[in-house]
């Protein structure tokens, strides 16, 4: 129902589109967010898109580096990551929720898709 795509290896400053394609009720009726997680440790927010696209939140590391969009006719959701950093290395997920509130929270997150793993090294 959620598979995101468009992970790779990159040099540090480099850029990659994550994309993230979705059935279309899920689009039609949920917000959607990334997430990214590396071994050993939690995933952590990243960013999220309200469900008409109206408004977007990033987590403070990424702001102003990465931006999220969605195409609804599309039935798909991007991330757009620029100015690629090491630490930006993690398997990166698309997730979606009907809650409007508390999108910063894995748990809020009911449909998950398979990662796609980012590797910024030089």
């Known amino acids: 129902q959620l598979q995101a795509s468009g992970g790779g290896l990159v040099q540090p400053g480099g850029s990659l589109r994550l994309s993230c394609a979705a059935s279309?009720?899920?689009?039609?009726?949920?917000?959607i967010g990334w997430f990214c997680q590396v071994p050993g440790k939690e995933r952590e927010f990243v960013a999220h898109i309200s469900r008409g696209g109206t408004n977007t939140y990033y987590a403070d590391a990424v702001r102003s580096r990465f931006t999220i969009s969605r195409d609804n006719a599309d039935k798909a959701v991007y991330l757009e990551t620029n100015r690629l950093k090491l630490e930006d290395t993690a398997v990166y997920y698309c997730a979606a929720t009907s809650a409007s509130t508390r999108w910063h929270l894995e748990g809020t997150y009911k449909y998950w898709g398979q990662g796609t793993l980012v590797t910024v090294s030089s």
């Open positions: 279309g009720f899920i689009l039609d009726y949920n917000a």
